[in-house]
T-cell receptor
Framework: NAGVTQTPKFQVLKTGQSMTLQCAQD?????MSWYRQDPGMGLRLIHYSVGAGITDQGEVPNGYNVSRSTTEDFPLRLLSAAPSQTSVYFC????????????FGDGTRLSIL | GQQLNQSPQSMFIQEGEDVSMNCTSS?????WLWYKQDPGEGPVLLIALYKAGELTSNGRLTAQFGITRKDSFLNISASIPSDVGIYFCSQGGSEKLVFGKGTKLTVNP
């Protein structure tokens, strides 16, 4: 099993550009989530999904959209990138909502110029 | 919203020393999870705690779920250079998961 796969690993964008960060898991997990990690801030929840067709906002959702059309995939979209969105983004999944340990991808390092 | 206060923020220790870090919350949790993040990688689960008072070990790591259900600690015994990284606590049992800000551990050989 590959676990949680994130692509791309690195990306540089210009302010105003749009982009989709991809996340796929092959463990048949119901719960998937996106976090951003900034120095000294830990991991902050952006959006999460408890199953296909269901998404909800986390702590810092502004500027990001998500969709969950399949159990396996949970893409994160930046519609108009801003320098404040420069960060490392992690996707994670778990068997079901909340109570189970999260399996994390290796992250996408995103820079907005 | 829920907040987790993790301390210390960073630690610089000599190889062979023991390490202790903790996490506190203003809310009661049903699950405490401890993760480690190596440089350039995603966090990996170290220990999961599901019951108040539970004491669980994983090799040189020991974690406890506080009796009040509002705190947890993680101990590392006889540290080695590969223990370097950031350690995060996290709560479980809800959909909106919250993580502590992490304890960055540096081990000097």
């Amino acid at each position: 099993n590959a676990g949680v796969t994130q692509t791309p690993k690195f990306q540089v964008l210009k302010t105003g550009q749009s982009m989709t960060l991809q996340c796929a898991q092959d463990m048949n997990h119901e719960y998937m989530s996106w976090y951003r990690q900034d120095p000294g801030m830990g991991l902050r929840l952006i959006h999460y999904s408890v199953g296909a067709g269901i998404t909800d906002q986390g702590e810092v959702p502004n500027g990001y959209n998500v969709s969950r059309s399949t159990t396996e995939d949970f893409p994160l979209r930046l519609l108009s990138a801003a320098p404040s969105q420069t960060s490392v983004y992690f996707c994670a999944s778990s068997l079901n909502r909340g109570n189970q340990p999260q399996h994390f991808g290796d992250g996408t390092r995103l820079s907005i110029l | 919203g829920q907040q987790l206060n993790q301390s210390p923020q960073s630690m610089f220790i000599q190889e062979g020393e023991d390490v202790s870090m903790n996490c506190t919350s203003s809310s009661i949790f049903n699950t405490w999870l401890w993760y480690k993040q190596d440089p350039g990688e995603g966090p990996v689960l170290l220990i999961a705690l599901y019951k108040a008072g539970e004491l669980t070990s994983n090799g040189r790591l020991t974690a406890q779920f506080g009796i009040t259900r509002k705190d947890s600690f993680l101990n590392i015994s006889a540290s080695i250079p590969s223990d370097v990284g950031i350690y995060f606590c996290s709560q479980g049992g809800s959909e909106k998961l919250v993580f502590g800000k992490g304890t960055k551990l540096t081990v000097n050989p």
